[in-house]
């Protein structure tokens, strides 16, 4: 078996609805994949039957794994769940309400080797006008915070060099600060436009306060754990 060189991480949560048009997505990527991938699904206290599903679904694909948390903890505690298990030289996620797709990771891919983070930007949104404007002005409350200079950290489609995820300082709300963490890191970003289309299946779980209070919340504690970061390098040892 070819050594993994991309590990997909897949958050999940009460998603039962979209978890065979996932594994058929998934299954299709990677036959087409540039490099050699796997797909890690990160059941974060689902309380369907999900679990089940999910269970199915590895046993019968070989490149799909799972691990599940006790509880649920939201979605920046799923993807640092599953960065800790990653063992591959990439990593990267993607939604399970598949409003992304994910043949678009090999635009991401092509980049990987030049830039530590490749995120997607998500083209001709088909979300509903409060989500769109929510996600707007939070966007560019967060640029204003962060100096980022990223379009849409909201975008679900990223590929990761696995030695900057792990270094990464999570906490919740922090999924949306990880360019901001990339370049906090000294690595470099490359944004690419991808994809997006309506959600088929399940609730978006996610309402205005996750789209706008708590990004904004979150964006003054990026800058209290920026300015006490600690950061080293070891010039010498002996």
Not at 123 to 128: L, V
Request: with cysteine.
């Amino acid at each position: 078996m070819e050594e993994i060189e991309f590990t997909i991480i897949v958050p999940v949560f009460n998603e039962e609805e979209n978890l065979l048009r996932l594994e058929s997505e998934l299954s299709a990527f990677l036959q087409i994949a540039l490099v050699p991938s796997k797909v890690l699904f990160v059941n974060d206290g689902s309380t369907d039957k999900g679990q089940e599903i999910i269970e199915q679904i590895c046993q019968r694909n070989e490149a799909f794994s799972y691990i599940s948390l006790l509880k649920n903890c939201g979605l920046s505690a799923a993807i640092k769940a599953g960065i800790d298990h990653c063992h591959s030289p990439y990593v990267g996620y993607i939604d399970s309400d598949l409003q992304t797709s994910p043949e678009d990771f090999n635009l991401l891919l092509e980049y990987r080797k030049d830039f530590a983070l490749v995120t997607g930007m998500r083209q001709n949104r088909k979300d509903s006008f409060v989500k769109k404007m929510s996600s707007k002005i939070a966007n560019n409350f967060r640029r204003f915070m962060t100096k980022d200079d990223a379009e849409d950290t909201g975008c679900p489609l990223k590929v990761i060099e696995t030695s900057y995820a792990k270094k990464m300082p999570f906490f919740k709300g922090m999924h949306r600060f990880i360019p901001a963490l990339t370049l906090m890191l000294n690595g470099k970003v490359k944004q690419i436009p991808v994809r997006h289309f309506p959600r088929i299946a399940g609730e978006a779980k996610y309402h205005l306060f996750n789209r706008l209070t708590g990004p904004f919340l979150d964006c003054f504690a990026y800058r209290w754990m920026k300015k006490r970061y600690i950061d080293y390098e070891i010039s010498k040892q002996g």
